[in-house]
C-alpha cells in the first residue's frame, strides 16, 4: 500500500490525516488536529492577521508530521473560510511560506462530493440510498444519489459562522429549507452524518473522558437525542459546557449552534435517527490523491 497525506483548512480547525490507500480503503497511520478558528472576525469577509497566523502554524506544525511518513504526496486544502474570504491570498502565502505547500481552495461540490466518497469508504457494510451530512465550521454539505445522479449541495451555514453571525434558528431554517426538500423527495435510506459537530454530540452521549474514535465511528444518533442536546446545551453557561466529558472546551461556544443545524436538518429530511462517521472528507482526499485526482 502506498503512503498519502491531506490536511484540511476549516473554518474551525486544521486537521491531518496520514494513511495508506489501497483500492477504495484507507489504513489511516496517523490523525492529527489543532483549533484555529480561521474564521474568527471574519464577518465582513477580510480574514483576520491573527487567525491567519494561527492557522499557518498548526498548517507548519502538521505537514511537519505528515513528512515523518515520507508520503508519496501531500496535499493541503482549504474550505469555506477561504473560499469566501475577500484576502485568502493572506493565507495562501503564509501556507507557501512556512508549510512549503500549494494551498488548493476547493469549491462546495468538490467539498460536498469528497465527504460523500469519504464517508461511504468508511462503511463497514454498503448503504441503501445514503444522504451524507457534513456540518463545518462556515458551511454545511448535504450529498445524496437521484436518477439524475450525484447531488452535491453547499449551504454556508455552519457551527462558527452562525456563532460568530448570531444567527437565529429561523434564519438557519430558511437558509436550510430548499436543499432540504430536494433531498427529502429523493428518500434517502441511510442518514450518515460527519464533521466535528455529529461527532462531538455522540461522544457527549457516551460521555467521553478520552475521545475514542473506535467508539465514535458507526454510533447510531437519534433525532430524540439531538434534540435533547441541544436543549441541554443551551441551557449551560460557557464555563458549565467547557466542563463537560466529550466536549472539547474550543468547541464549546459552537456547539449550540451546530447541533441546531443538525436538529433542523434531521427534522427536515423526517428522519429519525443518523449513523455517526469518523471518515470524511480527509478519506476523501487520500482516494482522491491515490486515483491521481486533480482538485483544482
Known amino acids: 500500500m502506498t503512503c498519502y497525506a491531506a490536511l484540511d483548512i476549516g473554518s474551525n480547525s486544521v486537521r491531518l490525516l496520514v494513511g495508506e490507500v489501497q483500492g477504495a480503503s484507507v489504513q489511516p497511520l496517523r490523525a492529527a488536529l489543532r483549533s484555529t478558528r480561521l474564521l474568527a472576525g471574519a464577518a465582513d469577509g477580510w480574514l483576520q492577521r491573527a487567525a491567519v497566523e494561527r492557522t499557518v502554524a498548526a498548517v507548519a506544525e502538521l505537514a511537519a508530521l505528515a513528512r515523518d511518513y515520507q508520503p508519496q504526496d501531500l496535499v493541503c486544502v482549504a474550505t469555506s473560510a477561504a473560499r469566501e474570504a475577500r484576502n485568502p491570498e493572506l493565507l495562501q502565502a503564509g501556507v507557501a511560506g512556512e508549510a512549503g505547500l500549494d494551498l488548493i481552495i476547493i469549491d462546495g461540490h468538490t467539498e460536498a462530493r469528497l465527504a460523500y466518497q469519504g464517508a461511504l469508504a468508511g462503511l463497514k457494510e454498503p448503504a441503501f440510498n445514503p444522504l451524507v451530512i457534513d456540518i463545518g465550521g462556515g458551511s454545511t454539505e448535504l450529498s445524496w444519489q437521484e436518477e439524475a445522479g450525484l ?24 437558509v436550510l429549507a430548499p436543499v432540504l426538500a430536494r433531498a427529502r423527495k429523493a428518500r434517502p435510506g441511510q442518514i450518515i452524518g460527519t464533521g466535528g459537530t455529529i461527532t462531538t454530540v455522540a461522544a457527549l ?10 467508539l465514535v465511528h458507526g454510533m447510531v444518533l437519534t433525532a430524540e437525542q439531538v434534540k435533547s442536546w441541544r436543549r441541554v446545551l443551551t441551557a449551560m453557561t460557557l464555563v458549565e459546557r467547557r466542563q463537560l466529558p466529550g466536549l472539547q472546551p474550543e468547541r464549546a461556544d459552537i ?13 427536515g429530511l423526517a428522519a429519525g435517527k443518523l449513523v455517526v462517521s469518523e471518515t470524511d472528507l480527509l478519506w476523501g482526499l487520500l482516494l482522491a490523491r491515490a486515483r491521481g485526482e486533480k482538485l483544482a
Open 151 to 174: 447531488q452535491l449541495v453547499s449551504v454556508k451555514v455552519g457551527a462558527v459562522r452562525a456563532t460568530e453571525t448570531a444567527m437565529p434558528r429561523v434564519a438557519m431554517e430558511t
Open 205 to 214: 452521549e457516551l460521555g467521553l473522558e478520552r475521545y475514542q474514535p473506535e
Open 255 to 267: 456547539i449550540v449552534a451546530g447541533v441546531t443545524i443538525l436538529e433542523i436538518i434531521l427534522a
